[in-house]
């Protein structure tokens, strides 16, 4: 049908630009002329988002945001993956966090590459609570939980060691210069999710917020 033909060629070129390495920006996957969310949901597509005077601009961003911020937490993208490595100190609490910090990847392991060892954890409250209570000393290099918004390590490692662990990050924007961030504020913004998939829920969110089907 003409459909099928008008999405295969849209398909395509999506494709091409992916192979190619090139990321849509925020105003091309809201207002491309072929395929931006505006066109797919029949309303004239705003020249700008950002500081835009055109009233469907605002309603974009927010959806834009809410939906990408959404797709973030559902699915553990490849692109949001994150080798966070650290440098211990001699204590028990580690370094804090990142900032863009979501969560550890499922089954992902706390490595201490100076030692080329493993520690053993995430140690539950209980097991943890064991341990401290009976002093347990035996594994090498030891045990690890996450507590407090940090890493906690027990028995203490010797501090400038290099340590490793894998985990999801909450900054699914990319922006032209500077570091990832965790919503669209600039027109030249690109997302680390798929835009095809971003693109199709915000048109999800738009026909929703207006009343219109979209089942």
């Given amino acids: 049908s003409e459909y099928d033909n008008i999405r295969g060629a849209l398909g395509d070129r999506r494709l091409q630009n992916s192979r190619l390495g090139i990321s849509m920006t925020l105003l091309t996957v809201l207002s491309g002329e072929d ?4 066109v797919r949901c029949g309303v004239s597509p ?3 988002i950002i500081g835009s005077t055109d009233p469907n601009a605002p309603l974009f961003l927010r959806l834009a945001n809410q939906v990408g911020r959404e797709l973030a937490r559902r699915h553990d993208w490849q692109r949001l993956k994150v080798d966070f490595t650290f440098l211990s100190l001699a204590t028990e609490a580690q370094t804090a966090l990142p900032a863009a ?4 990847v499922p089954y992902g392991e706390l490595w201490n590459r100076s030692l080329s060892q493993p520690y053993c954890g995430p140690t539950d409250d209980t097991t943890w609570g064991r341990i401290k209570g009976t002093g347990v000393t035996g ?3 030891g045990y690890w939980r996450m507590i407090g918004g940090g890493i906690e390590i027990t ?3 010797t501090a400038g060691q290099t340590l490793a662990i894998p985990y999801i990050s909450k900054y699914w924007v ?4 500077g570091s990832d961030k965790g919503s669209f504020t600039l027109d030249t913004d690109t997302s680390l999710i798929d835009e095809e998939l ?3 829920g915000i048109v999800w969110a738009w026909k929703s917020s207006k009343g219109f089907d979209y089942a």
């Fill in 46 to 48: 705003p020249t700008s």
């Fill in 155 to 157: 028995p203490a490692p």
């Fill in 101 to 104: 910090f979501d969560h550890f």
């Fill in 198 to 200: 971003l693109t199709l």
């Fill in 139 to 141: 594994v090498t290099p």
């Fill in 35 to 38: 395929y931006g969310a505006a």
């Fill in 174 to 177: 990319r922006p032209a210069s």
